[in-house]
């Protein structure tokens, strides 16, 4: 039960895109497309944006999209907006009814 | 709406044991699995609990053999059973509802476990 590894931070401009990476391994993304992303700003709790690689959640910006390719996923935010400052968790399927985070990645709005 | 409230945090010394509930509403709660999940203070989020909805149950590592998962679906309640309670385990303790591609669609707003002496 690894995490999964992501980098602990990304900075974008306003209206920039950024992009979130996610590794895993054969046991968990590169055997599932069971990938989900939430978003977690300070003191709150954790909300889903992305579930299933690459489907939004419901109420999610058509700005969020999710990838996947192999061992790795990714996160996109495109049109980057100051609310979207906030942390990122990954989170993989790793058989056998259990699930994996990653380690989280703070997103700074410049 | 989906809602889910969590109770029960609490101080508890070091061995001790704790029971955390967790209230849904807005949804059929017996139709769904459960999840539990918890972050220590500054860091990451870290799976530890799932229950399915005919009630079957499994564990972290970290916390298998010290922690027991359950639900009353006639209460339409959730509960984590917390012994041998470590230092480490201090976090807040989020539950959430499962869906069946193993995402969770909705969090709780998380209950603080503080082990201290």
């Known amino acids: 039960q690894s995490a999964l590894t992501q980098p602990p931070s990304v900075s974008g401009s306003p209206g920039q895109s950024i992009t979130i990476s996610c590794t895993g391994t054969?046991?968990?993304?590169?055997?599932?497309?069971?990938v989900s992303w939430h978003q977690q700003h300070p003191g709150k709790a954790p909300k889903l944006i992305i579930y299933?690689?690459?489907q939004r959640a419901s109420g999610s910006s058509v700005r969020f999209s999710g990838s996947k390719s192999g061992n790795t996923a990714s996160l996109t935010i495109s049109g980057l907006q100051t609310d979207d400052e906030a942390d990122y968790y990954c989170?993989?399927?790793?058989?056998?009814?259990?699930?994996?985070f990653g380690g989280g990645t703070k997103l700074t709005v410049l | 709406e989906v809602q889910l409230v969590e109770s029960g945090g609490d101080l508890v010394q070091p061995g001790g044991s704790l029971r955390l509930s967790c209230a849904p509403a807005?949804?059929?709660?017996?139709?769904?699995?459960m999840y539990w999940v918890r972050q220590a203070p500054g860091k990451g989020l870290e799976w530890i609990s799932y229950?399915?909805?005919?009630?079957?149950?499994f564990y972290a590592d970290s916390v298998r053999g010290r922690f027991t998962v359950s639900r009353d679906d006639v209460k339409s309640s959730l509960y984590l059973h917390m012994n041998n309670l470590r230092r480490e385990d201090t976090a807040v303790y989020y539950c959430?509802?499962?869906?069946?591609?193993?995402?969770?669609?909705?969090w709780g707003q998380g209950t603080l476990v503080t082990v201290s002496s």
């Open positions: 229950i399915t909805a005919d009630g079957k149950t």
């Open positions: 989170c993989s399927y790793a058989g056998g009814s259990t699930v994996v």
């Open positions: 054969r046991g968990d993304i590169g055997s599932y497309n069971f």
């Open positions: 959430a509802r499962g869906r069946a591609s193993f995402y969770f669609d909705s």
């Open positions: 299933e690689v690459n």
């Open positions: 807005g949804f059929t709660f017996k139709n769904y699995g």
